[in-house]
T-cell receptor, first 113, second 114 residues
Framework: GNSVTQMEGPVTLSEEAFLTINCTYT??????LFWYVQYPGEGLQLLLK?????DKGSNKGFEATYRKETTSFHLEKGSVQVSDSAVYFC????????????FGTGTSLTVIP | DTEVTQTPKHLVMGMTNKKSLKCEQH?????MYWYKQKAKKPPELMFV???????INESVPSRFSPECPNSSLLNLHLHALQPEDSALYLC?????????????FGDGTRLSIL
């Protein structure tokens, strides 16, 4: 079946540190992959996406590359800020299941000054 | 600011009350979704509407009753809820019939059952 596995949190980093949040997926065919971010008290916001192998999604300094050979979509940022503190969800979309998203468990990130 | 608007933002209700959650979007999206999210967990899909018709019901108890009166509105009617139903309820929408389209989420209604 379809599933997403994310690294366990919480993650605590100092400001300007390098961030990696690992995400791997299981799916048949060619799913689309997404990263969403959820700030406290808010809904989920789309951070970036990639729709085919070797695509790189990027936004606000965050990047993730769709690696079909390793079934991975790891999120990276070169220099985190306090304002990046949030929960990050990796998600997979299979349109042949009615546009159903499969979310990872989420990774909580805290950036300290 | 989000393009999916949910009301109310907070709701406290007793187990015998009847209330409704509302969701509205004006992006022309024809797929709309209800999710339930517990603290420190990912969203769990409850219902999917496609072109105003219910297409997925993830075995949700009948005390939750969805309704899609038109292409811009999605309601969730609540009756006889249990304390374990306390959670953040998220609405989302997306383009239907096109691959690879992300879902756009509202900020949610935080529901507390007394």
């Amino acid at each position: 079946g379809n599933s997403v596995t994310q690294m366990e949190g919480p993650v605590t980093l100092s400001e300007e540190a390098f961030l990696t949040i690992n995400c791997t997926y299981t799916a048949t065919g060619y799913p689309s992959l997404f990263w969403y971010v959820q700030y406290p008290g808010e809904g989920l916001q789309l951070l970036l996406k990639a729709t085919k192998a070797d695509d790189k999604g990027s936004n606000k300094g965050f990047e993730a590359t769709y690696r079909k050979e390793t079934t991975s979509f790891h999120l990276e940022k070169g220099s985190v800020q306090v304002s990046d503190s949030a929960v990050y969800f990796c998600a997979l979309l299979k349109t042949n299941t009615g546009n159903q998203f499969y979310f990872g468990t989420g990774t909580s990130l805290t950036v300290i000054p | 600011d989000t393009e999916v608007t949910q009301t109310p933002k907070h709701l406290v209700m007793g187990m015998t009350n009847k209330k409704s959650l509302k969701c509205e979007q004006h992006m022309g999206h024809r797929a709309m979704y209800w999710y339930k999210q517990k603290a420190k967990k990912p969203p769990e899909l409850m219902f999917v509407y496609s072109y105003e018709k219910l297409s997925i019901n993830e075995s949700v108890p009948s005390r939750f009753s969805p309704e899609c009166p038109n292409s811009s509105l999605l309601n969730l009617h609540l009756h006889a809820l249990q304390p374990e139903d306390s959670a953040l309820y998220l609405c989302a929408s997306s383009r239907e019939g096109q691959n690879n389209q992300p879902q756009h989420f509202g900020d949610g209604t935080r529901l507390s059952i007394l």
